[in-house]
């Protein structure tokens, strides 16, 4: 593993690079091909109304999938993710138009974890429409 | 109706293999949008110190899901499928997926709980490759929301 990133050239509070990840219904299908997941939530808006929500809404694990790029765009090495957790908190809405929507993801360095194994926390934030969408989402990185 | 706690600790027997095709990788990198070339370009992949070229870190849910997917529907656990909303998601590394790698998942109960009629269940999904490695631990949190009153 070779992260860009060295860990004696980072401190608590760093920010790394934050990002906008458009998403679109044809991004839906896309995913839900490659990831296998086809509920119907994802595509029907028909569906998506019946069982309460206001429309179609992205994967949790499309979104989630998005978020880490920050991470791992900054290290270069997607290898250099130990740990990567999140809560789905607020649904990605997408309406079906021209525009779709973004997911937004900023991160910044909460912790140095450990010295020998050059390991930070990476905190995110992720949100759509104003709405924050992940709580909870963070990484464990080993940097160079 | 609460779920029945003495599946708590349950554990599944492990998946058949999963094969970890390159085009696959290389087709879940696109749908997410992603061009870093270690997803997708064998020397750009040994270059950061991989044998060969590595998946996008949330991949492996393809596999696990799957897996718990037989948790999800075993009749006995009685959990409401059409009601399974995914609460959390967490992935620990060993080291990341990579073509080639043939891929076992055992999932295990880790708890189940009642919040407010939902019922809440924890799977935790060990992955192997075919060595008997440890490649990654998936947990999941599933909520299976409570019924609207009739």
């Known amino acids: ?144 | 109706m609460a779920l029945d706690q003495s599946f708590v600790g349950r554990s599944y027997p492990p998946t058949r293999p999963y094969e970890v095709g390159r085009e696959k990788i290389r087709e879940f990198a696109a749908a997410i949008g992603d061009g870093n070339p270690a997803y997708t370009d064998t020397d750009a992949a040994r270059a950061l110190g991989h044998p060969d070229v590595i998946a996008p870190p949330t991949f492996v849910f393809t596999v696990t899901f799957s897996a718990a997917g037989e948790v999800v529907a075993d009749p006995e656990l009685g959990l409401d499928y059409e009601r399974v909303v995914h609460g959390d998601q967490k992935f620990a590394y060993s080291r990341p997926v990579r073509a080639g790698d043939r891929l076992t998942v055992t999932s295990t109960i880790e708890s189940i709980k009642s919040l407010a009629g939902n019922d809440v269940l924890d799977v935790r999904g060990e992955v192997h490759d075919e060595h008997g490695e440890h490649v990654v631990t998936a947990n999941t949190k599933l909520v299976a929301r409570a019924p609207e009153e009739a």
């Not at chain 1, 309460?52 to 999938?65: K, S």
Request: net charge negative; proline share 4%.
């Open chain 1, 1 to 144: 593993m070779t992260a860009k990133i060295a860990y004696e050239d980072v401190e608590v509070g760093t920010e790394l690079p934050s990002a906008s990840f458009p998403v679109d219904r044809a991004a839906l299908v896309r995913y839900a091909g490659a990831s296998g997941d086809f509920n119907p939530i994802h595509w029907s808006e028909r569906i998506a109304k019946q069982v309460g929500l206001d429309d179609v809404i992205a994967h949790g694990m499309f979104t989630m999938a998005e978020a880490i790029r920050v991470v791992t765009d900054w290290t270069g090495d997607p290898g250099a993710v130990v740990e990567y957790g999140v809560r789905f908190t607020n649904p990605v809405v997408v309406p079906d138009d021209d525009k779709g929507t973004a997911v937004e993801v900023a991160a910044k360095v909460a912790a140095k974890l450990d010295d020998e194994a050059r390991t930070v926390r990476v905190d995110l934030t992720a949100t759509s429409g104003g709405r924050k969408v992940l709580g909870m989402a963070r990484a464990v990185v080993r940097l160079a």
